[in-house]
T-cell receptor, first 114, second 115 residues
Framework: LAKTTQPISMDSYEGQEVNITCSHN???????ITWYQQFPSQGPRFIIQ???TKVTNEVASLFIPADRKSSTLSLPRVSLSDTAVYYC???????????????FGKGTKLSVIP | ETGVTQTPRHLVMGMTNKKSLKCEQH?????MYWYKQSAKKPLELMFV???????ENNSVPSRFSPECPNSSHLFLHLHTLQPEDSALYLC??????????????FGQGTRLTVV
Protein backbone atom coordinates (compact mmCIF):
# COMPACT_ATOMS: atom_id res chain seq x y z
CA LEU A 1 0.00 0.00 0.00
CA ALA A 2 1.52 3.30 -1.11
CA LYS A 3 2.28 5.66 1.76
CA THR A 4 1.31 9.30 1.31
CA THR A 5 2.85 12.42 2.81
CA GLN A 6 1.16 15.82 2.79
CA PRO A 7 1.58 19.02 4.78
CA ILE A 8 -0.19 19.07 8.13
CA SER A 9 -1.67 22.50 7.57
CA MET A 10 -1.87 25.43 5.16
CA ASP A 11 -3.25 28.94 5.35
CA SER A 12 -4.57 30.97 2.44
CA TYR A 13 -6.41 34.22 1.88
CA GLU A 14 -9.77 34.29 0.19
CA GLY A 15 -9.62 34.49 -3.58
CA GLN A 16 -6.21 32.88 -3.87
CA GLU A 17 -5.38 29.64 -5.63
CA VAL A 18 -4.31 26.90 -3.23
CA ASN A 19 -2.07 24.01 -4.19
CA ILE A 20 -1.72 21.03 -1.84
CA THR A 21 0.96 18.53 -2.76
CA CYS A 22 0.97 14.88 -1.78
CA SER A 23 4.04 12.67 -2.04
CA HIS A 24 3.62 8.99 -2.84
CA ASN A 25 7.04 7.71 -3.81
CA UNK A 26 6.14 4.01 -3.86
CA UNK A 27 3.01 4.35 -5.95
CA UNK A 28 2.29 1.17 -7.92
CA UNK A 29 1.48 0.89 -11.60
CA UNK A 30 -2.21 0.24 -11.05
CA UNK A 31 -2.67 2.82 -8.28
CA UNK A 32 -5.07 5.75 -8.62
CA ILE A 33 -4.82 9.02 -6.69
CA THR A 34 -7.94 10.30 -4.96
CA TRP A 35 -8.60 13.41 -2.89
CA TYR A 36 -11.32 13.84 -0.29
CA GLN A 37 -12.49 16.91 1.63
CA GLN A 38 -13.80 16.82 5.19
CA PHE A 39 -15.58 19.60 7.06
CA PRO A 40 -15.72 19.47 10.88
CA SER A 41 -18.14 16.88 12.25
CA GLN A 42 -19.00 15.60 8.78
CA GLY A 43 -17.91 12.63 6.70
CA PRO A 44 -15.30 13.07 3.96
CA ARG A 45 -16.49 13.97 0.49
CA PHE A 46 -14.90 12.85 -2.76
CA ILE A 47 -13.34 15.75 -4.68
CA ILE A 48 -11.34 14.37 -7.58
CA GLN A 49 -9.44 11.35 -8.82
CA UNK A 50 -6.77 10.77 -11.42
CA UNK A 51 -4.22 8.35 -12.76
CA UNK A 52 -1.85 10.55 -14.73
CA THR A 53 -1.42 14.04 -16.25
CA LYS A 54 -4.23 16.44 -15.38
CA VAL A 55 -7.83 16.06 -14.33
CA THR A 56 -10.23 18.96 -13.86
CA ASN A 57 -13.77 19.13 -12.58
CA GLU A 58 -16.05 21.87 -11.31
CA VAL A 59 -14.39 21.85 -7.89
CA ALA A 60 -10.67 21.34 -8.41
CA SER A 61 -7.81 20.28 -10.64
CA LEU A 62 -5.40 17.43 -10.03
CA PHE A 63 -1.92 17.54 -11.50
CA ILE A 64 0.10 14.35 -11.70
CA PRO A 65 3.65 14.43 -13.11
CA ALA A 66 4.93 11.74 -15.41
CA ASP A 67 6.68 9.78 -12.65
CA ARG A 68 3.47 9.84 -10.55
CA LYS A 69 5.49 10.07 -7.33
CA SER A 70 3.53 13.11 -6.27
CA SER A 71 0.29 14.88 -7.06
CA THR A 72 -1.03 18.38 -6.52
CA LEU A 73 -4.60 19.31 -5.72
CA SER A 74 -5.36 22.80 -6.97
CA LEU A 75 -8.31 24.78 -5.61
CA PRO A 76 -8.98 27.94 -7.63
CA ARG A 77 -10.00 31.13 -5.84
CA VAL A 78 -10.74 29.64 -2.42
CA SER A 79 -13.45 31.00 -0.18
CA LEU A 80 -14.04 30.69 3.55
CA SER A 81 -16.23 27.66 2.89
CA ASP A 82 -13.21 25.76 1.55
CA THR A 83 -11.76 25.61 5.07
CA ALA A 84 -11.53 21.88 5.65
CA VAL A 85 -9.17 18.92 5.89
CA TYR A 86 -8.03 17.52 2.55
CA TYR A 87 -6.93 13.90 2.27
CA CYS A 88 -4.81 12.29 -0.43
CA UNK A 89 -5.36 8.56 -0.94
CA UNK A 90 -3.48 6.21 -3.21
CA UNK A 91 -4.72 2.74 -4.01
CA UNK A 92 -5.19 0.18 -6.76
CA UNK A 93 -7.71 0.51 -9.49
CA UNK A 94 -8.33 -3.16 -8.93
CA UNK A 95 -6.68 -5.14 -6.19
CA UNK A 96 -8.18 -8.54 -6.45
CA UNK A 97 -9.41 -10.19 -3.30
CA UNK A 98 -8.75 -8.85 0.15
CA UNK A 99 -5.83 -6.46 -0.12
CA UNK A 100 -7.09 -2.90 -0.34
CA UNK A 101 -8.37 -0.76 2.52
CA UNK A 102 -9.91 2.69 2.18
CA UNK A 103 -7.44 4.21 4.63
CA PHE A 104 -7.08 7.90 5.41
CA GLY A 105 -3.97 9.63 6.72
CA LYS A 106 -3.83 12.84 8.74
CA GLY A 107 -4.65 15.04 5.78
CA THR A 108 -3.92 18.74 5.29
CA LYS A 109 -5.91 21.23 7.30
CA LEU A 110 -6.58 24.22 5.05
CA SER A 111 -7.59 27.44 6.75
CA VAL A 112 -8.92 30.20 4.51
CA ILE A 113 -8.51 33.66 5.97
CA PRO A 114 -10.78 36.61 5.09
CA GLU B 1 -27.10 14.55 1.01
CA THR B 2 -24.76 11.75 0.01
CA GLY B 3 -27.22 8.88 -0.11
CA VAL B 4 -25.77 7.36 3.05
CA THR B 5 -27.92 7.95 6.13
CA GLN B 6 -26.79 7.41 9.68
CA THR B 7 -28.96 7.38 12.76
CA PRO B 8 -28.91 8.67 15.36
CA ARG B 9 -26.90 11.82 14.69
CA HIS B 10 -26.08 12.20 18.38
CA LEU B 11 -25.97 9.61 21.15
CA VAL B 12 -25.11 9.82 24.81
CA MET B 13 -24.79 6.52 26.62
CA GLY B 14 -23.59 5.20 29.92
CA MET B 15 -20.82 2.67 30.20
CA THR B 16 -23.27 -0.10 31.06
CA ASN B 17 -25.71 0.66 28.25
CA LYS B 18 -26.24 -1.22 25.02
CA LYS B 19 -27.01 0.80 21.93
CA SER B 20 -26.80 0.42 18.17
CA LEU B 21 -25.80 2.74 15.37
CA LYS B 22 -27.52 2.35 12.03
CA CYS B 23 -26.33 3.08 8.52
CA GLU B 24 -28.44 2.81 5.39
CA GLN B 25 -27.64 3.30 1.71
CA HIS B 26 -29.72 2.77 -1.38
CA UNK B 27 -27.00 3.52 -3.88
CA UNK B 28 -26.66 -0.08 -4.97
CA UNK B 29 -23.23 -0.31 -3.37
CA UNK B 30 -21.78 -3.60 -2.26
CA UNK B 31 -19.14 -2.41 0.20
CA MET B 32 -19.82 -0.70 3.51
CA TYR B 33 -17.42 0.61 6.12
CA TRP B 34 -17.36 1.79 9.73
CA TYR B 35 -14.84 4.44 10.75
CA LYS B 36 -14.06 6.07 14.07
CA GLN B 37 -12.80 9.64 14.28
CA SER B 38 -11.65 10.86 17.66
CA ALA B 39 -10.85 14.48 18.34
CA LYS B 40 -7.75 15.62 16.47
CA LYS B 41 -7.01 12.11 15.19
CA PRO B 42 -7.14 10.63 11.69
CA LEU B 43 -10.02 8.51 10.56
CA GLU B 44 -9.60 4.96 11.81
CA LEU B 45 -11.03 2.18 9.69
CA MET B 46 -12.85 -0.26 11.96
CA PHE B 47 -14.76 -2.75 9.82
CA VAL B 48 -15.32 -3.48 6.16
CA UNK B 49 -18.13 -5.47 4.62
CA UNK B 50 -18.18 -6.56 0.99
CA UNK B 51 -21.28 -8.26 -0.36
CA UNK B 52 -22.52 -8.64 3.26
CA UNK B 53 -19.39 -10.50 4.32
CA UNK B 54 -17.00 -8.96 6.83
CA UNK B 55 -13.64 -8.69 5.15
CA GLU B 56 -11.72 -6.50 7.57
CA ASN B 57 -11.62 -6.10 11.33
CA ASN B 58 -8.83 -3.74 12.26
CA SER B 59 -8.19 -5.01 15.80
CA VAL B 60 -11.36 -3.44 17.09
CA PRO B 61 -12.33 -4.33 20.70
CA SER B 62 -15.18 -6.79 21.05
CA ARG B 63 -17.37 -4.16 22.73
CA PHE B 64 -17.98 -3.00 19.13
CA SER B 65 -19.95 -5.56 17.16
CA PRO B 66 -20.87 -4.94 13.51
CA GLU B 67 -23.78 -6.48 11.67
CA CYS B 68 -24.62 -6.35 7.99
CA PRO B 69 -27.98 -8.04 7.36
CA ASN B 70 -28.07 -6.97 3.71
CA SER B 71 -26.03 -4.84 1.36
CA SER B 72 -28.09 -1.73 2.16
CA HIS B 73 -27.86 -1.76 5.94
CA LEU B 74 -25.00 -1.76 8.40
CA PHE B 75 -25.20 -1.67 12.17
CA LEU B 76 -22.67 -1.12 14.89
CA HIS B 77 -23.76 -2.62 18.20
CA LEU B 78 -22.21 -1.03 21.25
CA HIS B 79 -21.96 -2.43 24.78
CA THR B 80 -19.93 -1.66 27.89
CA LEU B 81 -18.11 1.19 26.19
CA GLN B 82 -15.45 3.35 27.79
CA PRO B 83 -15.27 7.15 27.86
CA GLU B 84 -12.36 6.99 25.40
CA ASP B 85 -14.76 5.48 22.87
CA SER B 86 -16.43 8.86 22.57
CA ALA B 87 -15.95 9.93 18.96
CA LEU B 88 -17.61 10.58 15.62
CA TYR B 89 -18.56 7.26 14.03
CA LEU B 90 -18.81 7.39 10.28
CA CYS B 91 -20.33 4.95 7.85
CA UNK B 92 -19.35 4.83 4.19
CA UNK B 93 -20.23 2.82 1.12
CA UNK B 94 -18.66 2.22 -2.26
CA UNK B 95 -19.38 0.12 -5.30
CA UNK B 96 -17.09 -2.57 -3.96
CA UNK B 97 -14.08 -2.61 -1.71
CA UNK B 98 -11.61 -3.90 -4.18
CA UNK B 99 -11.33 -0.81 -6.30
CA UNK B 100 -10.21 2.64 -5.29
CA UNK B 101 -11.35 4.19 -8.53
CA UNK B 102 -14.91 4.18 -7.36
CA UNK B 103 -16.08 6.99 -5.17
CA UNK B 104 -16.83 6.32 -1.50
CA UNK B 105 -19.83 8.07 -0.01
CA PHE B 106 -19.90 8.93 3.68
CA GLY B 107 -22.79 9.53 6.01
CA GLN B 108 -23.01 12.53 8.32
CA GLY B 109 -21.84 10.45 11.25
CA THR B 110 -23.06 9.72 14.76
CA ARG B 111 -21.50 11.82 17.49
CA LEU B 112 -21.18 9.39 20.42
CA THR B 113 -20.51 10.47 23.97
CA VAL B 114 -19.88 7.82 26.62
CA VAL B 115 -20.44 9.00 30.18
Amino acid sequence: LAKTTQPISMDSYEGQEVNITCSHNNIATNDYITWYQQFPSQGPRFIIQGYKTKVTNEVASLFIPADRKSSTLSLPRVSLSDTAVYYCLVGPGYSGAGSYQLTFGKGTKLSVIP
Amino acid sequence: ETGVTQTPRHLVMGMTNKKSLKCEQHLGHNAMYWYKQSAKKPLELMFVYNFKEQTENNSVPSRFSPECPNSSHLFLHLHTLQPEDSALYLCASSQDRQRLNTEAFFGQGTRLTVV
